[in-house]
């Protein structure tokens, strides 16, 4: 995978299906806390990228955009998806690309009705000047399938919420045509997309919407027509040339407000790394600053007794220090206790292994017993055979 490849995402299935068709290769790739991305080159754009489903609305945008750009450090975020359109010269099909972001739900409400206070965020410059660019020269429509009309490219704001809206008479409607008369389109994960990336080094963002409805009550219709369908494919094609170019463009060096290098926090005192089982660790680090001084690890215990006592010290400090609870420490000493009678009592060694392992589930994520931890579990398996 490219060290800054472009992440894609999307918040429903079928706008998923759209990218991820054009993708060769995908593989998974599991974030620690659950999250699945599926990472590959996009087939046609020749680009490496990160595909993510985040589901509806801004908030749950908003937090797995930030994860993916921490998991990823990309070049550019993309979103693809359908949205409704605001005005009547929008054909359904069309695309519409976000010059810039409203958060529209935000405001105060006071004696005299509800006042607007809204939230934007604007484009990056350079993508928005590259996406115009695609849109001005077609180039984007050999991504189209064959003998798909063209759609056309529509420039300006979106209109992000919580709420869906599919009628053209409702206080909603109005309050929008009042308040963001300018806005092109209307959806729920955009202003989401556009925090994450403004307090991620204002990285370039970019919201590709395909048209699949128009926001005035006819939206069970066009879906049954498989507008959402239509609309998302030619959203996907357009959002594949635009992630090309962003990557040729980043590749250069001349795409700007990229994302910065991560700063290093000047580190002081010692470094402790843990190795699990028979594994050492000499060096593990991104940047070393200064000198670098190995010095060897303590000696193993001699024997198990030794090793289960070393083991109980380490378990009192980490009570003490707050790193175990008191229930833990609780469990921890009960299957220590079964290991020290297994041993008085000449039981199997598999007994003692037993204990230890389930000492392991309780304590497994407790960086400061797995020293002892893992040598007890060495002595008790004994030599290799």
């Not at 750009?69 to 519409?96: N, R």
């Not at 003998?147 to 009628?167: D, K, Q, R, W």
């Not at 963002?205 to 239509?230: F, I, L, N, P, Y």
Request: charged share 20%.
């Amino acid at each position: 995978m490219s060290p800054s490849p472009i992440v894609i995402l999307t918040a429903l299935d079928l706008e998923y299906q759209a990218v991820r068709g054009r993708m060769s290769g995908p593989r998974v790739h599991r974030h620690p806390q659950g999250t699945r991305f599926e990472v590959g080159r996009l087939a046609d754009a020749g680009c490496e990228v990160a595909l993510g489903h985040v589901g509806k609305g801004n908030q749950s945008a908003a937090v797995l955009a930030e994860r993916a750009i921490q998991e990823f450090a990309p070049a550019a975020l993309l979103f693809v998806g359908v949205a409704g359109a605001l005005h009547s010269d929008i054909a359904l099909g069309d695309v519409v690309v976000a010059t810039h972001i409203y958060a529209f739900h935000g405001g105060t409400s006071e004696d005299d009705g509800f006042k607007s206070r809204p939230r934007v965020w604007e484009t990056s410059h350079a993508a928005e000047q590259i996406a115009r660019h695609i849109a001005r020269t077609h180039s984007w429509v050999r991504y189209l399938p064959e003998y798909t009309p063209e759609p056309e490219i529509h420039f300006g704001p979106i209109a992000a919420g919580e709420v869906v809206l599919n009628s053209a008479t409702s206080a909603y409607a109005h309050w929008i045509r009042d308040n963001y008369n300018d806005a092109r389109a209307i959806e729920m994960e955009g202003a989401g997309i556009a925090q994450a990336a403004h307090l991620n080094g204002s990285l370039p963002v970019v919201v590709v919407r395909g048209v699949s409805d128009r926001a005035d009550g006819s939206k069970e219709v066009t879906d049954r027509a498989q507008w959402q369908r239509r609309a998302v494919v030619n959203a996907a094609a357009f959002a594949a040339a635009l992630a090309g170019e962003l990557a040729a463009e980043h590749a250069a060096g001349t795409l700007p407000s990229q994302t910065p290098t991560p700063r290093i926090p000047e580190m002081r005192g010692t470094t402790e790394n843990i190795a699990m089982g028979n594994a050492q660790v000499g060096v593990q680090a991104g940047v070393v600053h200064g000198g670098i001084r190995i010095t060897s690890e303590p000696p193993l215990p001699a024997d198990l007794p030794q090793a289960l006592d070393a083991l109980r010290a380490r378990l009192r400090r980490a009570l003490a220090e707050g790193q175990v609870d008191q229930v833990t420490y609780d469990a921890v000493e009960g299957e220590l206790t079964v290991a020290d009678e297994a041993l008085r009592g000449g039981a199997q060694p598999s007994t003692v292994t037993v204990a230890l392992r389930k000492v392991r589930g309780l304590i497994g994520d407790v960086s400061s017993l797995a020293t002892a931890l893992a040598a007890a579990i060495t002595l008790a398996q004994g030599p290799p055979s």
